[in-house]
């Protein structure tokens, strides 16, 4: 098992950034792929991005493209997220996880040991 502790959000204006942080411990964590999701009030968990245990292969909704970046620190047991030019509608409680089964990355039936999450907050 992996436990894992979010940390790193805020409330910013639109067009800043933010640079979240993911501590992991458990011997799990080294070979498993972690992912970033979102949730915002009244909608469903969303994947953002994930990463493959050596952080070689990477994947990005949509949405956020261009403007996050997934990375994982493995002697810090440390995956990030930096988001820049953050929109309104990145407002949202972000989450890591580790991904238990395989399937579509951004499934979040596929991962488990959810942290408690860290709020991001972009106004206009």
């Known amino acids: 098992q992996v436990q894992l502790v979010e940390s790193g959000g805020g409330s910013v204006q639109a067009g800043e950034s933010l640079r979240l942080s993911c501590a992991a411990s458990?011997?799990?964590?080294?070979?498993?792929?972690m992912g970033w999701f979102r949730q915002a009030p009244g909608k469903e968990r969303e994947g953002v991005a994930a990463?493959?245990?050596?952080?070689?292969?990477?994947y990005y909704a949509d949405s956020v493209k261009g403007r996050f970046t997934i990375s994982r620190d493995n002697t810090k047991n440390t995956v990030y997220l930096q988001m820049n030019s953050l929109k309104p509608e990145d407002t949202a409680m972000y989450y890591c996880a580790a991904r238990f089964y395989g399937g579509s990355w951004y499934d979040p039936r596929k991962f488990g040991s959810w942290g408690q999450g860290t709020q991001v907050t972009v106004s206009s």
């Open positions: 990463i493959s245990p050596g952080g070689g292969i990477t």
């Open positions: 458990g011997a799990t964590y080294f070979n498993s792929d």
